[in-house]
Structure formats: structure tokens, C-alpha cells
């Protein structure tokens, strides 16, 4: 696959964020807005979204490619805090647990909106029926329907594996989410949450605001940045 589209704004220590399902990059305008006088952000057209490069070859949307593509961002910018929203999150996951060392390797995360997948074959199966409903209404190719797709349980299966600090975002009227972040918390080694009150899934369009604070909190957890950083 060729590189994704990325767009980078602000100095600082790196933040690379990555959208949901039919959404693009433009998701994260206000969260960049808020964290850009601090940071380097790296808002992230995943494959078949935004203007990345949307092949009609479904291969190109599994998560194994994905990852690889990811890591092309991710040695550009350096050991960067990963913030994903819905699948962005659980990308940042997959991405975290099966590179938990080296130049790629994510020193925090945070998780907006975000579930770790599914052991039980019935949810999975209700999920990807769920998404296939859906697929006709969202502005992607067919083929890259599959990049939200659940093959296996391997994210939540190796949830423990992902020791770094994480920071859990999640509206408080996500129905869908909340029960996924209440197992998230109660399993991640390091971990902080915030449930935003009258949020629903877009939260960081709703709420920047509190996405950007927990992005800071996670990346002091993590020693990328400090308020001494800045002078303050």
C-alpha cells in the first residue's frame, strides 16, 4: 500500500490520531486546535478514507496491512501518543500489542469511543452484520468495509499486554461503548477515564476540550510532555 494521507500541525512532542469508520482526519480539527500549541499532531486518513489511497482489493483493509501502514506515520514522527477514535482506537491497540517494542512502539494511547473486540463468535458475527448494514451509507469504497471487520479476538484477547499509560474518553450516552470501557478499565495496567456527560459517540467533536486534556494527562504519564515544558 502507498502512504497515508497525514496532515501535521503544531511543534512539540508527537501526537498521531486516527478517525473511525467513514469518517476522515477533519474529525480531530477542533482536539488539533486545542493541543497544537504543544504539540505536533499527526491527523491520520486511514485506507479508503479522506485522501489516502482507497484500493479495491480487500487485502489492503486488513489489519495486518493497516498496522504496517501505520508504522510508515509512525517512524516518521517518532515514539508518538496515539489517539484513535472507534476503530482508530482499536487499531491503536492492535497496533500497541503487537509492537510493543521498537521505533513505532506507542509510549501512551488514548482511546476515544473505543471497544477491544470480541470473544464471543455470536457478537462478532452481529457486529460485522452490523457493519455490512451500514457500509452503503458511508462515503468509503465496498472493499474497505473490511478494515472495521472482526476476524479474531486478539486485541481483547491480549489486553493485559498493554502496560503503557492509556486514557479511556467516552460519552456518556455511547450506549454501545460504555460497557466496553468499563471492561477496558478494569483490565489495562495504567490506565484514567473520563465519561463525558451527554457525549455521544463523536465526543471529540462535541467535547475537544476533554479529549486534549486527557491527551496531556496520558503524555505527562508518559514523559512526553509536562507543563515545565512550556515554561508554565
Do not use: K
Amino acid at each position: 500500500m502507498t502512504g497515508l494521507h497525514c496532515t501535521t500541525v503544531g511543534s512539540g512532542p508527537p501526537v498521531v490520531l486516527l478517525h473511525g469508520m467513514g469518517d476522515d482526519s477533519s474529525v480531530w480539527d477542533e482536539t488539533v486546535a486545542a493541543l497544537a500549541g504543544d504539540f505536533a499532531c499527526t491527523a491520520v486518513d486511514l485506507p479508503g478514507h479522506g485522501r489516502s489511497p482507497a484500493p479495491d482489493d480487500p487485502g489492503a483493509y486488513e489489519r495486518q496491512t493497516v498496522l504496517d501502514a501505520l508504522d510508515e506515520v509512525l517512524e516518521r514522527t517518532g515514539p508518538a501518543l496515539v489517539v484513535g477514535h472507534s476503530l482508530g482506537g482499536y487499531l491503536a491497540l492492535a497496533h500497541r500489542i503487537t509492537r510493543p517494542d521498537g521505533p513505532t512502539a506507542a509510549p501512551g494511547l488514548v482511546l476515544v469511543s473505543t471497544g477491544p473486540g470480541f470473544r464471543d463468535a455470536g457478537s462478532m458475527a452481529q457486529w460485522n452484520d452490523r457493519v455490512r448494514a451500514n457500509a452503503p451509507s458511508l462515503s468509503v469504497p465496498p472493499a474497505a468495509v473490511a478494515i472495521s471487520l472482526h476476524v479474531d479476538s486478539m486485541v481483547i484477547d491480549r489486553l493485559e499486554e498493554v502496560t503503557v499509560p492509556v486514557g479511556l474518553v467516552v460519552g456518556g450516552e455511547d450506549r454501545n461503548f460504555l460497557g466496553a470501557n468499563d471492561y477496558m478499565e478494569a483490565r489495562l495496567a495504567d490506565v484514567r477515564r473520563v465519561t463525558v456527560e451527554g457525549g455521544r459517540h463523536r465526543v471529540m467533536r462535541t467535547h475537544p476540550g476533554e479529549v486534549a486534556a486527557m491527551a496531556r494527562q496520558v503524555s505527562a504519564a508518559a514523559g512526553l510532555w509536562s507543563a515545565q515544558d512550556i515554561g508554565e
